[in-house]
């Protein structure tokens, strides 16, 4: 799965403007990241950052 995103993202980087898509796509790629290993480790559930506690019943 890695390479193949890889592939698909590799054309994105080859552009002039490359740099500022590149920092997009790694921001976008780090929450990414981020949602599926809370996933992993929370059975499934993304913990939030902030704690709301008037959200509390959302």
Same mark, same amino acid.
């Given at each position: 799965m890695f390479i193949f995103v890889l592939l698909v993202l590799f054309p994105l980087f080859n552009t002039k403007n490359g740099i500022f898509n590149? &920092? &997009? @796509? $790694?921001? @976008?790629?780090? $929450? *990414?990241?981020?949602?599926?290993? *809370?996933? &992993? @480790?929370f059975d499934g559930h993304v913990k939030d950052m902030f704690y709301t506690p008037f959200l509390e019943n959302w």
């Open positions: 590149s &920092f &997009f @796509i $790694g921001l @976008i790629a780090a $929450g *990414d990241l981020g949602n599926m290993l *809370d996933r &992993f @480790i």
